[in-house]
C-alpha cells in the first residue's frame, strides 16, 4: 500500500468509526510510531484534517466527526472532505485519463495504457460514497475538459515513437508536411515527444536536413525504429532552438511581436499567457489597453492566433507580421 492509499484509508477509517486507538492504527496499517506521527501531521497540514487526541480515553478521533453533516463546519473544526485532491492534482489525473482515453481506444496503445487508467479511476473513486459525487464517472461527468482541434493519430505510430525515444534509437519515418504537402523519407533522432493544444509532436534531430525539427505524429505515414543509437542534443539546445519562439513550431526566436488589445478584450487577454517571456503592460490614454511583447521566429501559428481576436487586436510591430494579419484579413472579407 503506498503512502497515498495508506493516509485515505487512515481518514476513512477515522470518518466511519469516529474513533480509533493509536494501537489499532498501527497494526492495521502495519507502520511504525514514527511513520503513524508523519502521517498524521500529514493530514492535519496538507488537507486540514481536525484529528484530535482525546487523552482521557487514549484515542484519536476526528473532532466533528458524527456530530455534524459531512463538510458542515463548526468553528475552526471541520469534518474531512471526501475528495482529497487538491484543484491542480484533480485537473492533472482527469487530464491524462481524457489524453489517455484519446490516444487511440482500439489501438495498441489503449491496451499498454490500461492499467494506468484502471489505477486514474481507482484514484478518482476514491471520494466517500454517501457524496454525489462517489465515482470516477460520475466525477468526469461533472468536471469537463473540452479538447480542442484534435487529431486522431494510429495508435501503433505513436508506440513506435516512444519505444524508440526511450531505447534512444534512431526511426526511418515517411512524413507528409501539412505546410507544403510535401512527402519525404526521413531518419531521425528522437529527443522528446510534446503534448500540444491536445496534439502529439515528437522533437527530433533530422539527418536528412542537418537540424532539429518538430514532427505530427499523426502526419507520420510509415514509421520504423533502426538499430543505430541516437543523435544525443543537450536540453539547452532543443530548449533554445525548439521551446523558445513562439508556438510548436517555433525555431529560434530572432524578432519581437508586439500586440495591443481593445479595451474589452484586454479584460480577458490580460490574464493569458501567450509566450513564457512575455512583456505585458496597460496602455492607452486610459490604460485599460494590454499591451504584450515577446519573441518569436516563424509568424505562422502566431497569425492564427491574432487572428482569433479580429479587430479587437493590432499589431504594433513588426510591419511586415501587421501586413501579414492585413493581408489575411482582405482574403478573408473577399
Known amino acids: 500500500m503506498s503512502k497515498t492509499e495508506r493516509i485515505i484509508a487512515m481518514a476513512n477509517l477515522l470518518r466511519q468509526r469516529g474513533v480509533m486507538t493509536k494501537t489499532q492504527i498501527l497494526e492495521r496499517f502495519e507502520i511504525s510510531e514514527p511513520t503513524f506521527k508523519r502521517d498524521l501531521e500529514f493530514l492535519r497540514d496538507r488537507y486540514g484534517a481536525d484529528i484530535v487526541y482525546d487523552s482521557s480515553e487514549r484515542v484519536y478521533r476526528l473532532k466533528t466527526s458524527g456530530t455534524l453533516p459531512h463538510g458542515a463546519t463548526k468553528g475552526p473544526s471541520m469534518e474531512m472532505p471526501g475528495l482529497w485532491f487538491r484543484a491542480e492534482e484533480l485537473q492533472a489525473l482527469l487530464t491524462m485519463h481524457q489524453i489517455i482515453s484519446g490516444l487511440g481506444a482500439d489501438g495498441l ?3 499498454h495504457l490500461a492499467p494506468l487508467k484502471d489505477r486514474i479511476d481507482s484514484l478518482l473513486s476514491q471520494a466517500d460514497p454517501h457524496q454525489a459525487l462517489g465515482s470516477s464517472e460520475e466525477i468526469r461527468r461533472r468536471v469537463r475538459i473540452l479538447p480542442m482541434a484534435f487529431r486522431r493519430m494510429p495508435a501503433e505510430h505513436f508506440t513506435l515513437v516512444t519505444n524508440a525515444l526511450l531505447s ?7 512524413y507528409t508536411s501539412r505546410a507544403s504537402n510535401e512527402a519525404t523519407v526521413r531518419e531521425v533522432s528522437p529527443q522528446r515527444v510534446v ?5 502529439w509532436y515528437l522533437d527530433a534531430y533530422c539527418h536528412l536536413r542537418h537540424r532539429l525539427s518538430t514532427f505530427s505524429i499523426d502526419a507520420i505515414e510509415k514509421a520504423r525504429m533502426l538499430q543505430s543509437s541516437c543523435v544525443e542534443v543537450p536540453d ?8 523558445s519562439g513562439y508556438g510548436i513550431f517555433s525555431g529560434k526566436p530572432d524578432q519581437q511581436a508586439v500586440l495591443r488589445f481593445s479595451a474589452e478584450r484586454s479584460r480577458w487577454v490580460a ?3 501567450w509566450h513564457p517571456d512575455q512583456v505585458g503592460e496597460w496602455t492607452g490614454p486610459d490604460k485599460k489597453q494590454w499591451q504584450i511583447t515577446f519573441p518569436y521566429a516563424h509568424d505562422r501559428e502566431l497569425i492564427m492566433d491574432i487572428l482569433r481576436h479580429g479587430a479587437s487586436v493590432e499589431v504594433i510591430s513588426p510591419e511586415h507580421l501587421a501586413r501579414a494579419v492585413r493581408d489575411e484579413h482582405r482574403q478573408a472579407a473577399g
Do not use: C, F, Q, S
Open 109 to 111: 496503445l489503449a491496451e
Open 168 to 174: 534512444r534509437k534512431r526511426m526511418r519515418i515517411h
Open 195 to 199: 503534448h500540444y493544444r491536445d496534439n
Open 236 to 243: 539547452e539546445e532543443l530548449n533554445e532552438t525548439l521551446a
Open 271 to 273: 490574464a493569458e499567457v
